[in-house]
């Protein structure tokens, strides 16, 4: 599947652990990424410092479904069962 306009679940909920350009932290679940812009689409799309598990979170079914709000949900519990 193609990535759904306006959601950016998966740059929301999870947590990256490791820093990355622009967040030396890293991300914590539940935060917005400071990278994702006003139509929730990602600004280092196509730039080398974008972090390789953003690039390992392919679109699909089973993570996105038909909702943000599904999508949401099914990554705050993924992120909670795998840290
Ligand atoms: S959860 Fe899926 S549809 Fe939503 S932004 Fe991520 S890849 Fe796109
Ligand atoms: S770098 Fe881009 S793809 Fe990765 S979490 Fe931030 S906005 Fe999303």
Redesign the pocket.
């Known amino acids: 599947m193609d990535?759904?306009s306006n959601?950016?679940?998966?740059?929301t909920a999870p947590s990256i652990q490791t820093p990355f350009y622009g967040m030396p932290q890293g991300k914590p679940a539940g935060m917005r990424c400071v990278h994702l812009d006003s139509a929730e689409r990602c600004k280092l799309f196509g730039d080398d410092r974008r972090p390789p598990f953003c690039a390992a979170l392919q679109?699909g079914t089973e993570?996105?479904g038909d909702s943000?709000e599904y999508?949401m949900k099914y990554l705050v519990t993924l992120d909670e069962l795998t840290r």
Not at 7 to 11: K, S
């Open positions: 990535c759904r959601c950016g679940a998966c740059c679109p993570m996105c943000r999508a």
